[in-house]
């Protein structure tokens, strides 16, 4: 096994470099019919873009939009690394984690 760098080691240009490599096999995967493979490297994707927002613009107590799943929206409870914990509005109210690349600030303009 090759010795890969973990994303937190990374600088902002290897992680540019590292999310457009994974999303080129997210592709190929998808053109080939392998679901599977394509759903983890857009998951391993979605996490490198985790690593490239600041974790203080992420503010506990606020609703964010789901990227994805559109439609639901989620409110932060607390930061644990690169997750935020919280809950989805209208849902079961059963608390989950979701990496900070999957949230955008509902509260946009001026």
Known sequence: MENEKK???MTEQELRTEIARLMEKARKAEQLGIL???????????MAQSYLIDPASIVPGEIYRIQGDEGYFFK??????????GYRMGGEQAEEALPL???TYVKTGK
């Open 36 to 46: 599977n493979e394509y759903a983890v490297y857009q998951r391993k994707a979605l």
């Open 76 to 85: 932060v409870d607390y930061l644990k690394g690169r997750f935020a914990w």
């Open 7 to 9: 994303y937190s080691q």
């Open 101 to 103: 690349a999957m949230l």
